[in-house]
Nanobody, 126 residues
């Protein structure tokens, strides 16, 4: 069983930056390093959508809407994945969720991920 805890959300003005963190526990260090990690977001009235993912080998995927503005990274020594969000826009306002899929590859949909955090709210004001 893997537990995920997100942090770093908050209120920021358009054009600003935030860094989200997701700490994983319940998995040994070796297992975390073999886990596909993803960031999703859900805005009010909308479906949850993928923002970015990072594989065990460091391969990264970004949604078109965040390419060039967001950067996903991981620190396997700390069992933590990060999402650096720059040039934030009001349309980035959402609850951001961290997700994990042990030994996963290329997963981009909600149903493909096995574990989820509780989410952290990001509000971007115009």
């Amino acid at each position: 069983q893997v537990q995920l805890v997100e942090s770093g959300g908050g209120l920021v003005q358009a054009g600003g930056s935030l860094r989200l963190s997701c700490a994983a526990s319940g998995a040994s260090g070796g297992h975390f390093s073999s886990t596909l990690m993803g960031w999703f977001r859900q805005a009010p009235g909308k479906d949850r959508e993928i923002v970015a993912s990072i594989s065990w080998s460091g391969g990264k995927y970004y949604a078109d809407s965040v390419k060039g503005r967001f950067t996903i990274s991981r620190d396997n020594t700390k069992n933590t994945v990060y999402l650096q969000m720059n040039s934030l826009k009001p349309e980035d306002t959402a609850v951001y969720y961290c997700a994990a899929k042990p030994y996963g590859l290329g997963a981009q949909t909600v149903s493909e991920y096995d574990y989820w955090g509780q989410g952290t709210q990001v509000v971007v004001s115009s």
